[in-house]
């Protein structure tokens, strides 16, 4: 079994950074995708970002289009934990932030494919 804590939310302005983190219990960490999804109030939960690792020097990383060239996916193997570092960010980007985890390799935007989650932690971004 795989637990997963997430750390980091908060109420930031427009424009401001913010980084989450994700730190996993149990399982081997390193073989495992990991993703951030976010689900906004009315919304359905939606894929921000994807992370795989070969093992080796790749690594594989997939974002959604909404958040391409602002959000950035990173893992620490050692510390079995993930990150989402979020750089200009837009009220849309308002919403409770889960950190999720597939056991095994290959980039998935899928919920389905992921088998643990985290609790959620809350991002607000005011305008």
């Known amino acids: 079994q795989v637990h997963l804590v997430e750390s980091g939310g908060g109420l930031v302005q427009a424009g401001d950074s913010l980084r989450l983190s994700c730190a996993a219990a149990?399982?081997?960490?390193?073989?495992?995708?990991l993703g951030w999804f976010r689900q906004a109030p009315g919304k359905e939960r939606e894929f921000v970002a994807s992370h795989s690792w070969d093992g080796g020097n790749t690594d594989f990383v997939d974002y959604a289009e909404s958040v391409q060239g602002r959000f950035t996916i990173s893992r620490d193997n050692p510390k079995n934990t993930w990150y989402l570092h979020m750089d200009s960010l837009k009220s849309d980007d308002t919403a409770v932030y889960y950190c999720?985890?597939?056991?095994?390799?290959?980039?998935?935007?899928?919920?389905?494919?992921?088998?643990?989650w985290g609790q959620g932690t809350q991002v607000t971004v005011s305008s």
């Open positions: 149990g399982g081997t960490f390193s073989t495992m995708t």
């Open positions: 999720a985890a597939k056991v095994g390799t290959g980039l998935t935007r899928l919920k389905k494919e992921y088998h643990y």
